[in-house]
Every structure is written in structure tokens, then in C-alpha cells.
């Protein structure tokens, strides 16, 4: 008893000095000052999108009150560390009594620490349990501090914040890190056998699993009636398969990439809390959901990522960001929204509405839709249709809406590459090389974007050519918007995408682009099938989608009908199932008037023009080529026969002397074919023969050649193998394996 009364008289001693009577905290101050391990993303109504791990040194979850915490834990933890809690004040006298017997006699009995001496060491960093254990001063310091706590403390206060801050195992504090990481539930969730387990690592937290379970068995009894068998050995097995779980991810919910850019803009030392964003947590979960089951549908055709960005038009609000596929994906940490990719066809609307702005086209204007062969310092420029076909002379609503790609080539002719960058610049777009660089290209989207400047950029055109940045934190001040395109150019190009007749050329007067509402959209698809886009705005949102792969590789049959664009109408059709989407307004100073096509090329329309570039017909002046023909049978009527062995010899008209062709191993050989062209002169096209080098490739006034890396000579001969013609072409491209022969043509 002597060992009791020191400690007592010890006690009595550090409550009259000063340290003893330091503040004790309050209960709303604790559980204020609580700082989770983890983050939460919340929509623009509060609404949890998202949770993220940002504190890699300690694993907490969420401030868990009482009443979510299960009966059993609750029952399992006093009956394991306090079995008195509810009836001292503080201290365990008769536990100290025992104790201080025990040592005086060396022999074992449970702890004198009570669950609120326990908290007061969680608390008070001076008291914290060390490497040795507590010193005899810190356990007198507990016990002052426990009996104020009681006094100024509720009983199931003490035991709230006790389970909050108690370290269980490892890296895990507190009650809910514990269930969710070990049992993969919440607090409130927890049964008797899980209770005894947890209750049993708060004395040994990195125990062997065996130990674990010893003790865990042992609290287990005592928390059932001595009529209840307790299954020690199922609980062995329980606590090793309990132990080695870890089924808290770091990071869950719907919206994680936006998640991670909003919380790597927050300062280094900012508490963690929730975030909220622009987003609208019915729209996120309607993107994730239409992207996964869009891409499960294309399963076969080797594409397993994709992405989608809703914006509000007015105020530039984010009201979805999917960054990828999930679980579907290899590569689900890639952000697909701000990951650069060739944007195909998508590129095409800003050039027209450049064209247009500077009065070099209307959309009423033809343009010759043939073969191309523009010479490049690189080498011989071909541009194709997705179709490689060719419709002829097309007006630009029909080049435009139809995605036909040599008018917007010639377009870009007209523009230039560089100034058609500076334009993209205006819209947001920032490219990694100038316009020269990309050159004729560009118009195709040779250069690499994001879905997120691409659709801001679309938002530009719903804006009537105005840009403003877009939004992901709710702010309540007017966006700013900078002119970036001439208003009536913009319009006339919404007016474009937005006519399913214009666009029935390549995709049907029904396709998937249609909507029983106004919205412009366009598609497309780059370099050998390895991205597809669909980008388009209402009167109220701007969507955009990206279909892909992350890794780079090529899609297998993927259009732009059948990758992109269903998830766009799918999200168009639900953001607008209750909202309506009238056609915009036209700038006042726009003329809407009647046009109709010579020779029957298209059909008579009303069509919308700048000021003065308003005209009622359009037609290809063929008159000078008739009259030049027409002259030349007049003559050859009236010359006298002498003279008919005049001759003209034939010559090659494509491809020029000393092009150079870059082979693109992207794209399939068969698809790489040149084509030669020539005109006959006085001899008949059946007496033409086309070699390259020693062989004979064809016949005619045209012929196409597989080309084969190298230098080589190409010939125009007659009938009798006299050469008529000849060009001097290289052709670069992969190395060529040794003793590699010319495919067989």
C-alpha cells in the first residue's frame, strides 16, 4: 500500500503545480481541429464525387460520432480497456491499487490506464506513449489530465474522440480508417467477431496476426453470455485474412482526374477538406456511365479509352469532366480531357470561319472536292477523303458539313498554315509548333490538342466567336469574354454543322448527329484511326467526347459515326430531355437571301452571307475552255490534210520533276498508292506506257504505282517503247530490309 500512497501523495503534488492545470481542450475544438488523410471533391450542390488520399504519412477517415460507431465495437472496446469507464472519474482507483500490488509482488494484472487516461496521452503530445513507455511522471500526468476531461467532458465524448484518435495498426488512426481499410465497411458495420479484432490491436497494434487473435478471442468471450460458444479457431483464420486486407483505395469516386488538378492548385500546407467544383453530379455519373457502356459495345475493335467534357456555354462551367475509362483502361491515371492528340476533322470549322471572316469564301462557295498533289518542302502533299472518294466542285456548306477533307486542304491553301495557327491561338488553342511547321495539314489536325481547348474552343462558337476560360470552382462574378472570331462568321459555321441535309453526303439525312433539337456538331478522326472526336454546342451546353487509346495505338473500324459521336447525342438528348434548345439568333447585319448553283451542282437554297459577299448564283465558268476547244475542232476541220501529221507529243502531267514522297508507315501500303497522270498530245491513250525504271506499270493516261523507297525514273512511252516523257522522283520512307524486292504491282 505504500506504492499507492506515494502515487497518490505524487498526484497531489504535479495538481498544485502550473503544467497540471494547462488548458485542458475542449470537445469542439478536438473534433474541429480533426485533419483527415483524405480529400473530398463535392459537386456544385455539395453532393461527394470524389475522395483522394493526400497525406501519405498517416491513413484517417472522416470524424466518426458515437452513434455510427456499432453497439459491438463500443462494447468491445470498454470491456477490453475500461471496464469501469462508466463508473470513475477519470482514474481507476482500484485498478492502480492492483497494479501497484502486483508490482509489489511481481505478479501480472491488467493495465490501471483508463480509456480517458489513454485520450489525455492522445491529446497532450508531452504525454504520448515513447519507445520505453511512459515515464512515472507521464502517468501521473494522465491521471491529472483524465480527471479534468471527466469534469469538463461527457462520458461519450471521451469515448467519440477516444475511437477517433486512437492508432490501430500501422498507418490507420481512428475508427473509420480501420473499418474501411481492414473489413471494407463503414463504422456502423461492424459485428462482434470484427469489434473483437479491432478491439485487440488497440493494445498491440503490429502484433502478430496469432497474438491478434488470442486476444481478440479473449475479448469475444467476454462479450458474449457464457452459454454462447466462441469458435477461437474461425477466428484465427478471420483475423489473418482481416490483417493482410487492405480494401480502402486511395482514391474512389467518379470524377478523379478533375479531383486531382483542383487539389494540386491548393497550397502545399492547406488542411484537407471538402472541395467543391462546378460539376453536376447528374451529368458526371450519366458521362461515366454512357463512355464505359459506349466503349463495352465497341468491345473487338481494340479501343479501351475515352473522354468527356460538358460545359455551360454562358458561364463556362464545368459540368462534366471524365478523364477515362476506369477499370477499363490500362492507363485510367491518364487524363484523356488535357492529354494532347491529333484532333482530325474538328479543326475544320475554324478554318471556314476564317475564310469566311476574311471574305475569302461564303458558304455558298464551290469548291473543287478532286485529286490534289500539293508540293511541300517536305515532299508531294496528297490529301484524301475518309472515303477516298472524290464528290467534285461542292459548296462550303456541303465541304464543311460533309467533313470532306481536299476542300478544306484548299481552303487552307488560301488561309495559310500560319495564319490558321494564329487564329487557333485566338481560340484558346495553343500548338507546339507555328503553322509552317504542320503546314497544309493543319487543316486536317495534324497538330496535337486537348479535349479541353478543343471544347472551350466550340464554346467560343456557341458564344458567337467570344472566349472566356473555362470554370471548375463555383464563382459568382461575370465571365469575361475576349472576341476571338467574327460573330457572323461563327454563326454561319453553327448554321452549317447544324444542317442534316448539308451533312447527308457522308453521313445520312438520320444519322446519329441528328437531333430533335437545334445543336451543331462536328466529328473527327485522325491519322490511321488512332483518335475519334465529336464536339458540338446547343443553345445552352457545349459537349465534347474522345474515343481512343492512351497508349497511341489504332482503333479497328471505329468512325466517327460509331466511336465518338453516340456519346455525344447520348448526353445532348438527356441534357436537353426537359430543357429546350432553340436555334441561335443571327448578328443584325447578316443577309439571308436565295441561291442557286449552275449546271445543277446543288440544289437552290437560302443561304446566309457576311455583308457584301451576298451573290444569287453560283457556277464554274467553263465558258473559256469551250471556246478554246471549239476552236481547236474548227481548225481541224478546215486544215488541209497536209498538215494533219502535226504532232504533239504527250507529257506527264503528275508528278512533277524532282517531287519527294514520304512514306507514313502508319497507314496501310495499299493506301499509299501514286498516281500518275499525263496528257496524250496527239497520240491516243491507248498508245501510252508507264515505267518506272526497267518496268512496265500500266497503260493510259493514267496508272497508279506502289511506292518503293528510293530514287527512281518515271517514263511515258508509245506503243513502240520510244520515251515520250520522263519525271525524277525519290521516294523516302522505312529502312528496307536487305534483299527486300519491289511488291509485286
Known amino acids: 500500500m505504500r506504492h499507492f500512497a506515494r502515487s497518490a501523495a505524487l498526484i497531489i503534488t504535479l495538481a498544485a503545480t502550473p503544467a497540471a492545470w494547462a488548458d485542458v481542450p475542449r470537445f469542439a475544438d478536438v473534433q474541429r481541429g480533426w485533419q483527415s488523410s483524405e480529400s473530398w471533391l463535392l459537386d456544385r450542390q455539395g453532393a461527394p464525387l470524389q475522395r483522394l488520399r493526400t497525406d501519405d504519412s498517416v491513413r484517417r477517415g472522416v470524424w466518426t460520432r458515437l452513434q455510427d460507431v456499432s453497439p459491438a465495437l463500443r462494447q468491445a472496446m470498454v470491456l477490453s480497456e475500461d471496464k469501469r469507464f462508466y463508473e470513475h472519474s477519470g482514474v481507476d482507483w482500484r485498478a492502480v491499487s492492483a497494479a501497484a500490488w502486483g508490482n509489489l509482488w511481481n505478479t501480472r494484472t491488467r493495465g490501471a490506464s483508463t480509456l480517458t487516461m489513454q485520450l489525455a496521452g492522445l491529446l497532450d503530445d508531452d504525454l504520448r506513449l515513447g519507445a520505453g513507455g511512459r515515464t512515472l511522471r507521464q502517468k501521473m500526468g494522465q491521471a491529472v489530465m483524465a480527471t479534468r476531461l471527466e469534469s469538463g467532458w461527457r462520458k461519450d465524448q471521451i469515448l467519440e474522440t477516444y475511437l477517433n484518435l486512437v492508432p490501430f495498426r500501422g498507418e490507420l488512426v481512428g475508427i473509420d480508417a480501420l473499418s474501411r481499410t481492414l473489413f471494407n465497411k463503414a463504422p456502423h458495420g461492424l459485428q462482434d467477431t470484427e469489434a473483437a479484432i479491432a478491439a485487440a490491436l488497440v493494445r498491440a497494434p503490429n502484433a502478430a496476426p496469432t497474438r491478434v487473435a488470442e486476444r481478440a478471442c479473449g475479448v469475444l468471450k467476454t462479450m458474449r453470455s457464457p452459454q454462447t460458444a466462441t469458435d477461437c479457431v474461425a477466428l484465427d483464420m478471420q483475423t489473418a485474412l482481416v490483417l493482410a486486407r487492405r480494401a480502402w483505395m486511395p482514391s ?208 467560343a462558337l456557341a458564344n458567337g466567336g467570344r472566349l472566356s476560360a473555362v470554370r471548375y470552382t463555383p464563382d459568382h462574378t461575370s465571365p469575361v469574354f475576349t472576341p476571338a472570331l467574327d460573330a457572323g462568321a461563327a454563326f454561319i459555321v453553327g448554321d452549317i454543322l447544324s444542317d442534316r441535309n448539308a451533312r447527308a453526303r457522308t453521313f445520312g439525312t438520320d444519322s446519329i448527329l441528328a437531333t430533335r433539337f437545334w445543336a451543331a456538331v462536328k466529328t473527327g478522326t485522325s491519322k490511321d484511326m488512332r483518335d475519334n472526336w465529336a464536339v ?111 504532232a504533239v507529243p504527250p507529257r506527264i502531267t ?92
Open 252 to 459: 474512389e469516386g467518379v470524377a478523379p482526374h478533375l479531383a486531382r488538378r483542383l487539389l494540386a492548385q491548393q497550397p502545399a500546407d492547406t488542411p484537407a477538406r471538402p472541395l467543391r467544383s462546378t460539376l453536376d453530379a447528374r451529368w458526371q455519373r450519366l458521362a461515366v456511365q454512357t463512355l464505359r457502356q459506349h466503349l463495352r459495345e465497341l468491345d473487338g475493335r481494340h479501343v479501351e479509352d475515352g473522354a468527356v467534357l460538358v460545359l455551360d456555354n454562358a458561364s463556362g462551367e464545368v459540368l462534366a469532366w471524365v478523364g477515362s475509362s476506369g477499370d477499363l483502361s490500362q492507363a485510367a491515371e491518364v487524363d484523356g480531357v488535357t492529354a494532347l492528340r491529333q484532333p482530325g476533322s474538328t479543326l475544320k470549322p475554324f478554318l471556314y470561319a476564317q475564310a469566311l471572316a476574311e471574305r475569302r469564301i461564303t458558304a455558298a462557295s464551290l469548291l473543287d472536292d478532286s485529286p490534289a498533289h500539293l508540293q511541300t518542302a517536305s515532299g508531294l502533299y496528297i490529301p484524301q477523303n475518309y472515303d477516298r472518294q472524290f464528290k467534285g466542285w461542292v459548296s462550303v456548306r456541303t465541304a464543311l458539313a460533309a467533313s470532306l477533307n481536299v476542300p478544306a486542304v484548299r481552303t487552307g491553301v488560301m488561309v495559310s498554315p500560319d495564319a490558321f495557327a494564329r487564329q487557333l491561338e485566338r481560340l484558346g488553342i495553343d500548338l507546339k509548333e507555328g503553322g509552317d511547321y504542320y503546314g497544309y495539314s493543319l487543316a486536317l489536325g495534324s497538330a496535337e490538342v486537348s479535349l479541353l481547348d478543343l471544347t472551350n474552343a466550340y464554346r
Open 536 to 646: 458540338g454546342w446547343s443553345a445552352r451546353y457545349t459537349v465534347g467526347v474522345w474515343i481512343g487509346n492512351a497508349s497511341g495505338e489504332a482503333m479497328w473500324d471505329v468512325s466517327g459515326t460509331s466511336g465518338a459521336a453516340p456519346v455525344w447525342a447520348t448526353l445532348m438528348r438527356a441534357l436537353h430531355a426537359d430543357t429546350p434548345s432553340p436555334a441561335p439568333r443571327p448578328p443584325a447585319a447578316l443577309v439571308h437571301t436565295a441561291v442557286r448553283f449552275g449546271n445543277h451542282l446543288e440544289a437552290a437554297r437560302q443561304e446566309w452571307f457576311l455583308p457584301g459577299t451576298a451573290q444569287a448564283i453560283f457556277a464554274i465558268d467553263s465558258r473559256a475552255s469551250d471556246a478554246n476547244h471549239a476552236s481547236v475542232k474548227s481548225q481541224n476541220r478546215s486544215q488541209p490534210a497536209a498538215h494533219a501529221s502535226t
Open 654 to 745: 503528275s508528278p512533277q520533276d524532282g517531287t519527294i514522297l514520304a512514306l507514313d508507315p502508319d497507314i496501310p501500303p495499299t493506301r499509299q498508292r501514286l498516281s500518275l497522270q499525263a496528257d496524250a498530245g496527239s497520240l491516243s491513250a491507248n498508245q501510252l506506257r508507264w515505267w518506272i525504271g526497267t518496268r512496265p506499270i500500266g497503260r493510259g493516261l493514267s496508272a497508279q504505282w506502289l511506292p518503293w523507297p528510293g530514287r527512281h525514273v518515271v517514263q511515258l512511252r508509245d506503243a513502240r517503247g520510244a520515251v515520250q516523257d520522263e519525271r525524277r522522283i525519290e521516294v523516302r520512307g522505312a529502312a528496307v530490309k536487305p534483299g527486300a524486292k519491289p511488291p509485286a504491282l
